[in-house]
Each structure stands twice: as structure tokens, then as C-alpha cells.
């Protein structure tokens, strides 16, 4: 009896470490994500022509080979293609597409406003996730959720904004949406599958995306080592986040997590008005305030339901 008292007694420290430790990456992660929308901005503004999609596709490069790297050295490049699901393929295409959009939504309405608009996906998984991983949501879920959608109405209306700034909006409502579908292909695709295939696939399917797209429309390269070295500042940060952000989820409980997730939006909010004097009107502000406080109480809400 003793011994096990002690064993008891023995792990409480060494899971509030855990704790400590998970939020400390998820703040790492909040920070380096927010580096990012400030390269994807600061890339526009220093050669105006430069397509954000060429942006985006610099971040997969980087991302695809911090992954491959140390695959390749352990001769374990095999184990990162998984076990092939669907939902792996589909985690990829929704991931990627979110992620075009986002990157053109930051360079039409600036890091602040554009990451607030993004981070509805965690408002959209949990709207979704009756139908699509068959749990219910309380009233009080729903009354969050409620206000989340109303914080983003003030975030998309016009307020004597111009057509290219209604589209920037739109196009971030959108990369919200299809977070949220590609977060719930993770939540499919992790049951068999490490994090390191589920990246994988989000890599190897933006690749095609992207080579797509530039088949289509052209694309234009950088004009200076300056760009280059903010491209891939991006890329790297992004790499960066990626990686504490997962082992974040590792150590601490997901709910604490997906709350202090909603630092990166603010963080961004923050470089965008001190570093490009990209103020937010007040409905703009209202909305913000709203998204954050509905978005940060819906994870402990629905918590409660598992």
C-alpha cells in the first residue's frame, strides 16, 4: 500500500510538468505562426507582384524538407506515406486549400484581421462535429458558437471598405472552413497514423496543388534576396510551429491547448498594428474580442462531452 501511495504521489509532479511543458510549446507555436503571417505580408509589401501562392508554395518546400530529412537519414522514408486512408488524402487537399487561401487572404487584408477570420475553423469543427464524429453539443455550446458567428459577421462587414477588402475576408472565412474539414480528417486519419504522415500528405498533396495552379495561372519569382530570406523565414517559422504545436497536444490536455491557440491571432493582430499600422475598425475590434472570448470557451465546453 505504501508503494503504491508513493508511485501515486511520484507521478502528479511528473504530469503537471507535462502540463508546463505542452503550454510552453503551444506558446512557442502561437509565436512562430504569428512570424509567419508576417513574412506572408511583409513578402507583398516588398514586391507587390510576387503571387501569394508562390509564398505558400516556399512554406511546403521547407515544411516537406524539414519532414524528409531526417526520414531519409534513418532510412524511414517508407513509414511516412502511413497506411494510405482516404482521410489522409482528403486531410491533405482540405489543408492545402486552406492554406492558399489564408496566404491570399493575408497579403489582401493583413496578418490581424485575416488570422482572426481563420481561427472559425475551431468554431467550425465544433459546429460540424454532430454529423461528422457523431457527438452532441449542449446549449451552451451552441450559444458560443452563436457568438463566435457573431463576431465574425462584424469581422466581414464592409464598413466602407472596398470590394478587394470584402474578398480578403472572404477568402479567410474560407480557409477557416476548410481547416476545420481538414482537423476533422486528422481526427480519422491519427487513429492509425503518427503526425508525421498526416504532414506528409498535407505536403505531397499541396506540392501538386501548388504545380497545378502554377500551370494554370504562371507564376513570378523573386526579385531580390530580401524576399527570399522572408520567404523563407516563413517556411522555417511555420516548420516551427508545426512541430511544437503537435507536441503540445502530446503533453497537455487538448482543451488547454486549443484555448491558448487563440494567442496567435492576437499576436498577429498585434505585429499587424505596430509593424504595418494596419488598424482594425471597431466592429472589426468588437468582433475580434468576440471570436476570442467564445473561441477560447468552446474547447473546455465541449470538453465536458468526452
Known amino acids: 500500500m505504501r ?30 505562426f504569428s512570424i509567419m503571417t508576417v513574412c506572408v505580408y511583409a513578402a507583398a509589401l516588398c514586391q507587390p507582384s510576387l503571387p501569394s501562392t508562390v509564398v505558400s508554395f516556399v512554406r511546403v518546400m521547407v515544411n516537406l524538407a524539414v519532414l524528409m530529412a531526417p526520414a531519409l537519414l534513418s532510412g524511414r522514408i517508407r513509414d511516412l506515406f502511413g497506411d494510405g486512408r482516404a482521410s489522409l488524402w482528403l486531410r491533405g487537399l482540405f489543408g492545402a486549400s486552406a492554406l492558399m487561401l489564408s496566404f491570399f487572404s493575408i497579403q489582401r487584408i493583413g496578418p490581424g484581421e485575416s488570422t482572426f477570420i481563420g481561427a472559425s475553423s475551431g468554431v467550425f469543427v465544433v459546429l460540424l462535429s454532430p454529423w461528422t464524429l457523431g457527438q452532441r453539443n449542449s446549449g451552451v455550446v451552441w450559444f458560443a458558437i452563436v457568438g463566435a458567428f457573431a463576431g ?15 474578398v480578403g475576408r472572404a477568402l479567410a472565412l474560407g480557409s477557416g472552413f476548410l481547416a476545420a474539414l481538414a482537423y476533422l480528417m486528422v481526427a480519422r486519419a ?96 468588437v468582433g475580434c474580442g468576440l471570436v476570442l472570448l467564445c473561441g477560447v470557451v468552446l474547447p473546455f465546453l465541449t470538453a465536458r462531452r468526452v
Open 152 to 166: 465574425l459577421f462584424l469581422l466581414l462587414k464592409p464598413e466602407e471598405r472596398d470590394q478587394a477588402d470584402l
Open 3 to 32: 508503494k503504491a501511495r508513493t508511485r501515486q504521489v511520484d507521478a502528479s509532479p511528473a504530469r503537471g510538468s507535462d502540463k508546463r511543458r505542452g503550454l510552453a510549446c503551444m506558446l512557442a507555436a502561437c509565436l512562430l
Open 190 to 285: 491519427g487513429r492509425s497514423n503518427p503526425p508525421q504522415s498526416v504532414i506528409f500528405y498535407f505536403c505531397i498533396v499541396a506540392v501538386a496543388l501548388h504545380l497545378a495552379y502554377f500551370a494554370y495561372a504562371g507564376f513570378v519569382l523573386p526579385d531580390s534576396a530580401d524576399v527570399w530570406l522572408i520567404m523563407l523565414l516563413g517556411g522555417i517559422s511555420a516548420s516551427g510551429a508545426q512541430h511544437y504545436m503537435t507536441r503540445a497536444y502530446q503533453l497537455a490536455p487538448a482543451a488547454l491547448v486549443s484555448a491558448v491557440g487563440y494567442l496567435s491571432p492576437v499576436l498577429s493582430l498585434l505585429w499587424s498594428i505596430l509593424l504595418f499600422s494596419r488598424t482594425p475598425g471597431s466592429n472589426a475590434l
